[in-house]
């Protein structure tokens, strides 16, 4: 089975068109979503009628933006909130209350804290999972990315260990924007376990076998790339051969850009959709792998 594996569409519906007809092209059978279907963009109706009626509902999970528009962030947690993530809920708000006759009632009533949590799913004797951020400690406040072999790497591979039962587990996280793979070669913890963390440089249009006991693999984001490619990044997991392909789709930012200019969206989120910055502590050889994949060619299927 073929499933496309999608995360932070943030409401950039011209992103996710051009995403859903290269999932047609693969002929996906399903569907997986690990959050932020809401935020930062002009397109929230959209994004969620298509949330709605392509996702079945145990194939998704909430992330830090949907549970901010559903309101279940606590003060102190939406005290840490960025203010042009604030004003862009705030907007998304707007435009439900004008047009989301069609989508109001499931994300107020489907937008709940359990759906925050990790979905677990057993096929062909592998267990995958599915969540927005990080399985240790505030899920939602920690980025973890595929250069942090020395911290928080290793926390999140020793919860999964600890979940772990005889079957590899291949977990789904999405919050970074940044498509990555790391995987663990190392069949139990023992001493030194540490030092089989192996961060892999994918390349878009590449195929990536999933053989480890425990790998950790993030889509990258439809909606808000960050890792200075603008195309609108996803993955699709074969269940039979259990392996992975990253895929890179052009859309047409300048629309979402334009409509977010029309909107009165920050300029700050148009100019992300123009200049996708990586993390400002990128190590230099991740930086010159990001600007060499945002450069090669993605072949649509033929």
Known sequence: MKIAILSDIHANFPALQEVQKDMCAYNVQQCWMLGDTVGYGPHPVESLVWLKNEVNLQNWVIGNHDAMLANLFSEDEWNLVNASAKIAIELNHTILRKHGEEVNHFWQTMFVK????????????????????????????????????????????????????????IAFYGHTHIPSLVEVRQDSMVEGWQDSIKPVKILPGQSYQLKSPVTIVNPGSVGQPRDLDRRASYLILDTEDCSVTFRRVAYDWRKTAQDMQDLDFPDALVRRLMEPKLPTDVPNEWRMHFERAKEMICEPAI
């Not at 677990?120 to 267990?127: A, K, L, P, S, V």
């Not at 927005?132 to 919860?159: C, I, N």
């Open 114 to 169: 359990e759906k925050i949590n990790p979905q677990w799913f057993d096929i062909n004797n592998i267990t995958y999972t599915i969540n927005h951020g990080v399985q240790t400690g505030q899920q939602f406040m920690r980025y973890l990315y595929p250069w942090q072999q020395e911290f928080f790497l290793p926390a999140e591979f020793e919860k999964l260990f600890s979940q772990k039962n005889s079957h590899p587990v």
